[in-house]
């Protein structure tokens, strides 16, 4: 690469941000100023509306003959407490009143409370208040610290009158000592903060100069002049990327900057409110720090500038670059759930893994391994990343804006003519999954919580079926070649059986190891239990093996490997159709727990379909698949259960192949991966070229023509 070419795009990318004054000031001034401001606004409103309200009485309202005469005066002498007299409407209906804020709080004692506390006996009171008002919230806790002093001295009194020593019903004292050190106390307050500021300062700051040196050049014409010059693209996108990521880490460095002022100077009027805790880290944590910071700026200004370039125009690419921006805001906010730790499988989630190492970074606990992970998975994302705005940026459809974007940056080539309305377009796949998405959640979780096997077939057959057929109807496509009902090589349908019955070992061995830091939820676990549980007889081992193979196995392929795999073939590379195919079929499970599970069983029977140009492949895995996994479910329930079943253990010196708890041995991944072995050979043998538009030189040679499944016309 002339890397002096490249310094030369960037100097002039530079000059020409730096001249845009007003960019500049939301870039350098709008962070400094921003941050005191809006410290001293919310500080003082706050404080502002604390003390009014900590001057206001509560309102209070309780019958003086149903409480004790010491609780009653203790009551009526509280300063902050203002007793109410209240009309019999309102003594009837005292929370009403409490809504209504006539009284902040009202208290409600057992009708045998005097008497219990007479009879040394424990007296039951309700305090009745609106917690989604903040008086109401503050009188209920000072009415409750009245009702423990008066508590505390009945206890005294009751013990002295017993000669009972107070020691006697306090058995344990139990004392908390914080072994944490003050930096570690420091470092886990700021690791609430500082990840979360920084992704939102790199992605801010990359989002703009991403979008102007792009889409922003296609509108001005500037781009086409600049690809005039007789240098190669990829020297354009280093430029242009370096000047991305430089005024991303100033944006972050400025927003940082300004909040670290800010926080230093609550940290100096805080005082003795922040005793035990320091801010002072060493220059091994710092220098990482900065490593993930760069490893940060490096993947969101590669992702910014390769999908901004896909835009023809200034609004488009920030239309497009929103819901990135959104989505990248939940794996930040991950971070912040209870329980969120750095392990060996979010060090390869993008964004998560870094704000996870800063987290853990400032806490002192980031082990090398962690460290290591997530800077190489990080790198690699870039380089992906940067690897796809160089192609795209050699694509003459996408820098002068013709046709669609997604068919200009990965098509795989031009439509044959005639395509017509034979298969859907991408626009039409995408809105078919979203509304299989929002019935699934809504619909499907009702009928499954109703009856388990039953609701998941309805779902599967009434809800995502039907609802497919009939857009397929309303879209007025052609059903066989939307679907991919074309008939398939005979050795294609025998490969994919040899890899639903063998790929599910070794990708359960390997899921299980990435996802040990996500254990499954219990409540997870027991529903998929329960959904194992073998019915009585043998119609009810039909109906199960009918709801967990066969009916997922047609219906979501039909859908995913039917009507989304027909749509993304025909603007999309070969592996973009199987990797968002793949990656669609997981979201639809809606579980983060069977993610990569489904995701990579979604990649697997999209290779075979696509392969074979057909779905039945794919539905002959996934219910070889699905099969496969029910078998052993089954048998590992039964032998839980202590029922008589033929286990491994049983026939002789065999190695048991799976423990208790469903996991494969040793012996059973090196079986399963040998059976999905001569399945991927056996589908080898019967390749197929992966132009969509290939057409078979003879009938019956184990090749068909992908558009021959058109010719069935409408059912």
């Not at 350098?28 to 500080?43: C, D, E, G, K, N």
């Amino acid at each position: 690469m002339k890397w002096r070419v490249v310094g030369a795009i960037f100097k002039k990318e530079m000059l020409e941000t730096l001249r845009d004054r007003r960019a500049m000031v939301l870039l350098v001034l709008v962070p400094i100023l921003l941050y005191p401001a809006l410290l001293l606004v919310f500080t003082q409103v706050a404080t502002v509306q604390s003390h009014s309200l900590e001057e206001m009485n509560s309102r209070l309202w309780f019958s003086l003959e149903a409480l004790p005469e010491a609780l009653s005066e203790r009551l009526s002498e509280a300063e902050e407490l203002e007793i109410i007299p209240l009309s019999e409407d309102g003594v009837a209906d005292l929370s009403a009143a409490v809504l209504r804020g006539e009284l902040d709080v009202a208290i409600v004692p057992r009708e045998d409370f005097r008497a219990a506390l007479d009879e040394g006996a424990t007296g039951h009171v309700t305090l009745l208040f609106d917690a989604a008002r903040g008086r109401s919230e503050l009188a209920r806790s000072r009415v409750e610290r009245v009702l423990i002093d008066y508590r505390d001295a009945e206890l005294e009194h009751r013990l002295r009158h017993a000669e009972i020593a107070p020691s006697y019903v306090e058995p344990i004292a139990a004392e908390a000592r914080n072994v944490a050190p003050p930096a570690r106390m420091g470092g886990h307050m700021l690791g609430h903060i500082l990840p979360i500021l920084l992704v939102l300062a790199v992605v801010m700051g990359a989002f703009h100069p991403a979008v102007d040196l792009t889409a922003g050049e296609k509108e001005r014409g500037t781009l086409q002049t600049l690809l005039t010059a007789p240098i190669s693209p990829l020297v354009i996108v280093a430029g242009k990327f370096l000047t991305v990521l430089a005024i991303a880490f100033v944006a972050a460095a400025v927003n940082v900057g300004s909040m670290v002022l800010v926080f230093s100077h609550v940290v100096t009027l805080a005082g003795e409110a922040l005793e035990g805790t320091t801010f002072a880290f060493g220059p091994g944590t710092l220098g990482l720090l900065f490593i993930s910071v760069v490893a940060l700026g490096l993947l969101m200004s590669a992702l910014m500038m390769t999908v901004a370039v896909l835009a023809r125009s200034y609004k488009e690419a920030q239309s497009y670059l929103t819901p990135i921006y959104l989505l990248l805001l939940v794996p930040v906010m991950l971070t912040q759930l209870p329980g969120s730790e750095l392990t060996n499988l979010a060090a390869l989630v993008p964004v998560l893994n870094v704000a996870l190492l800063v987290k853990e970074l400032l806490r002192g606990s980031a082990g090398a391994e962690a460290v290591f992970l997530v800077l190489v998975s990080t790198v690699v994302y870039t380089g992906l990343t940067l690897t796809l705005a160089a192609r795209l940026f050699q694509r003459e459809a996408v820098l002068l804006g013709i046709g669609s974007p997604m068919r200009a940056a990965f098509g795989g080539g031009a439509l044959a003519a005639g395509d017509g309305r034979a298969a859907p377009s991408v626009g039409e796949a995408l809105a078919l999954f979203g509304v299989l998405f929002v019935l699934l959640f809504y619909l499907g979780g009702l009928l499954q919580a109703w009856r388990p096997l039953l609701g998941l077939m309805a779902t599967l057959w009434g809800v995502l079926l039907l609802t497919t057929l009939v857009f397929i109807r309303v879209r007025r496509l052609d059903y066989r070649a939307t679907l991919m009902l074309a008939r398939p090589p005979v050795r294609s349908l025998a490969a994919a059986l040899l890899l639903g019955a063998g790929a599910w070992v070794p990708l359960l061995f390997v899921v299980q190891a990435l996802q040990s830091g996500l254990p499954v939820p219990q409540e997870l676990f027991d529903g998929m239990q329960e959904l194992f549980r073998v019915p009585d007889g043998a119609l009810g081992l039909i109906l199960l093996f009918g709801a967990l193979a066969l009916s997922p196995a047609i219906c979501e392929e039909l859908i995913f490997r039917g009507f989304l795999l027909s749509a993304f073939r025909r603007a999309l590379t070969p592996a973009a159709t199987i990797f968002l195919s793949a990656v669609l079929f997981a979201l639809l499970h809606l579980s983060i727990h069977r993610f990569l599970g489904t995701f990579a069983l979604g990649l697997l029977a999209a290779w075979v379909a696509y392969r074979a140009r057909s779905v039945w492949p794919a539905i002959v895995f996934h219910a070889a698949n699905n099969g496969a996994l029910l078998v052993v479910a089954v048998v590992v329930r039964a032998g839980a259960d202590g029922a008589a079943i033929p286990t491994a253990e049983g026939i002789g010196p065999i190695p048991k192949l799976f423990d208790a708890q469903g996991s494969p041995s040793a012996l059973a991944v090196a079986l399963g991966a040998l059976v999905a072995l001569l399945g991927a050979l056996l589908t080898r043998r019967g390749r197929t070229s992966s132009r969509p538009n290939m057409v078979a030189r003879s009938p019956g040679a184990g090749t068909r023509s992908f558009d021959s499944a058109r010719q069935g016309g409408h059912h």
